[in-house]
């Protein structure tokens, strides 16, 4: 197993860190190769500009879309772009670890996302018959993610009726609206609540409860989310009547 | 009115960057005192880290919260950073304009709540009954905020039943989870789809209603959502059995 863990919290000295550690080592011990991107530590940069397509971006108006295309073809990408597409080649399965700021990724993971996904990449790919791979087709097809989270949040408060919202419904954009969109399988997250204030007790439990899902990575069941050319979406993508009748949100997007 | 507009995106000679024109020029011409913080222009900083806090980040463990808390008290924090604080003293609206990358924000926007909207300002405020005044209550209670999106994707496939899901549903961390978190009112958003690809009678279409929305920025009824401590959550936070009885999802979080 080829395991790339993307790492995006400011301190190593921290719940998030240790647990990362923890992970790292598990991997290793249960003989998977392991490669990190610890975004924080590589000072990653994290806003989109023109700088990152080299002479694919000319002086005239910038269109983010088809210039990181260019840009991606002709192998102009910025060097840590492709050193990023490198290792995910080279992975079968992504870990993306953050502490949830804002009930999203902290500024420097979606800028990973901004700048390493891009046109041609992890979007904008035409399959033969003329549609789009996305949703569970792409560039990133047969890879598996997983997210782990540390929060702040009492459990209750990110459950299903919580005033957060749950936890799932959150990361949406993430786990459906960015790694399922570019092909990947994506586990159900890892959430460990009530960071800042662990005992030692529930540090282990949380250590536990990470190691026991790093050993069974590669045979968990991913979240069940509907492909977009599996038959299930009609033609202008929109889910067809007979599935999930007379529903709407989230919850629609997932079969069965 | 004062209004604080916030525009996130890379091009000023975009549909994006037209249409924030286009907004400034209507609002003045509607007598509105208007204030803007072009992020891409100012270089914002997008990444949280100890340079954030000044004589508050200590060389140990850097904690975010506390430290951002000390910070902002002891008026530690980025000069940026009190720049943005002082122009949201003084707004009774913001504007956040950004296009919608990879569902959400981009990062430099992220950041900017990730940095702008600390512990003990946007968060972590307690009232004096010992609850945390959080989802309609705290430092930016009675301003109001309204999302102003360019999107990609044809409308259809953010509506209720699209593949991408529902655009207030993928929102949803955004406008519930931070803006009203942090107590502001907030009116629906307007979502300019199928960007880089306007006619010009397409982008009329798109500036009138823009116009429009401003035209009724103090008039419009903001989204439903329920408050934390209105008697619809219990202690625990959770949403009351007799209220949207049975269900979840991010909709039970909407009143009525």
Redesign the interface.
């Known amino acids: 197993m080829n395991v790339l863990w993307i790492f995006a919290h ?2 190593p ?2 719940l998030g860190g240790s647990l990362r550690d923890e992970g790292l080592r598990t991997l290793r011990a249960q003989g998977a190769d392991v490669r990190e991107s610890d975004l ?1 530590a590589m000072k990653w940069k ?5 700088d990152d397509f080299g002479r694919a971006a000319s002086t005239e ?6 210039t990181s295309k260019d840009a991606f073809r002709t192998g102009e990408l910025g060097e840590d772009i492709r050193a990023e597409h490198e290792k995910l080649a080279w992975a079968d399965t992504v870990i993306f670890q953050f ?1 949830l ?8 993971l ?2 990973w ?2 700048r390493v ?1 891009v046109k041609g990449f992890a979007y904008g790919v035409q399959r033969p018959d003329g549609r789009t791979a996305r ?1 569970g087709e792409g560039a990133l097809a047969g890879k598996r993610a997983m997210v782990v989270l540390t929060a ?1 949040a ?1 459990e ?2 990110i ?8 936890i799932g ?2 990361l ?3 786990q ?3 790694l399922w ?1 570019a092909g990947m399988s994506v586990l159900p997250p890892l959430t460990i609540c009530g960071a ?1 204030r662990v005992s030692p007790e529930q540090y282990e439990a949380a250590a536990e409860s990470l190691r026991e899902r790093l050993r069974t990575l590669s045979t968990q069941d991913p979240i069940p989310f ?1 492909r ?1 050319n599996g038959g299930d ?1 009609d033609d ?4 067809r009547d007979e599935l ?1 009748p007379g529903r ?6 997932l079969a069965g």
Chains 1, 2 share one sequence.
């Open positions: 400011p301190e000295r921290s924080y994290a806003v989109v500009d023109a108006r910038l269109i983010v879309g088809s502490p700021w804002w009930y999203g990724m902290p500024a420097i979606k800028g996302f901004d996904f949703y702040g009492p209750a408060t459950g299903p009726r919580g005033v957060n919202g749950e419904d959150l949406f954009p993430l459906h609206g960015t969109y800042d509907r977009q979406y202008a993508l929109v889910l999930a709407s949100g989230i919850g629609v997007h």
